[in-house]
């Protein structure tokens, strides 16, 4: 039985809308530019914003949705490697369209350590230009591009990762925090 998400075909798939206009956006995000400000729901009912983070590196990564298997091995390779974000001085934060219940129950279920957020509206991923076409099976739809952007305590993007494969990532965008 398929999970209704999200992720549903998009009718104006292709056309320059405004639901379309972050697949253009992530032309703009390279190394310098200011990080688009957010204020999202939060796992656990609190809410996060870019300024909690002000004064520190944030990993900001976008992903898909939760509990799906490339979703579940990265958040656990990045919860697994927190502590060493930390002392990097390296906060981390996922970030997906789920709703709030659903990213308590993801959490919950693979005892995950790092901050999960929802963008149900696509404000965010619409300025950070990940919700964007995509095709499988011949069939076109909107959907998040797993994306990853390292934003310096200055709050500027230091480094983006589009197009992530999960194998090997979280240690990758370590090593960048590290050297940052």
Known sequence: MRRKTAQRAAPNAGRNTARNKGIAQNAELKPGAK?????LPGDGGRTLSLADFAGRKLVL???PRADTSGCTKEAIDFSRLKAEFN?????I?????????????FKSKHQLVVALASDATHKILDAYGVWQEKSMYGRKFLGIVRSTFLIGADQRIARVWPKVSVEGHAAAVLAAAKAL
């Open 35 to 39: 990080a688009p400000s957010f204020t």
């Open 93 to 105: 934060l996922g970030v997906s369209a789920d709703p709030v219940k659903a990213l308590d129950a």
């Open 61 to 63: 990564y976008f992903y």
């Open 87 to 91: 002392r990097a001085g390296a906060d």
